[in-house]
């Protein structure tokens, strides 16, 4: 196992107060029972809403926009 990789499962198990070999059981649970893998014929779907421009935003100025996101105009 790699050193870096070996001391980050030693360190989680440490904070999440669990030995580290019931981490990488889970992982290795995960791994063979094929988690995470997308299903056969997965599609991505782009879903578009419309909307309207607030009053005196501008899309060019980019500093604008973070203003008016962060609730300071």
């Not at 995960?30 to 056969?40: D, T």
């Amino acid at each position: 196992m790699n050193d870096d990789l070996f001391r980050r499962v030693r360190q989680r198990a440490n904070d999440d107060g669990i030995p580290m070999r019931a981490i990488i059981e889970a992982a290795l649970r995960a791994y063979l029972s094929g988690q995470g893998r997308h299903a056969p014929g997965y599609r991505f779907e782009w879903k578009t809403f419309r909307g309207r421009l607030r009053p005196g935003v501008d899309l060019d100025d980019r500093d604008s926009l973070f203003e008016i996101m962060e609730g300071r105009r």
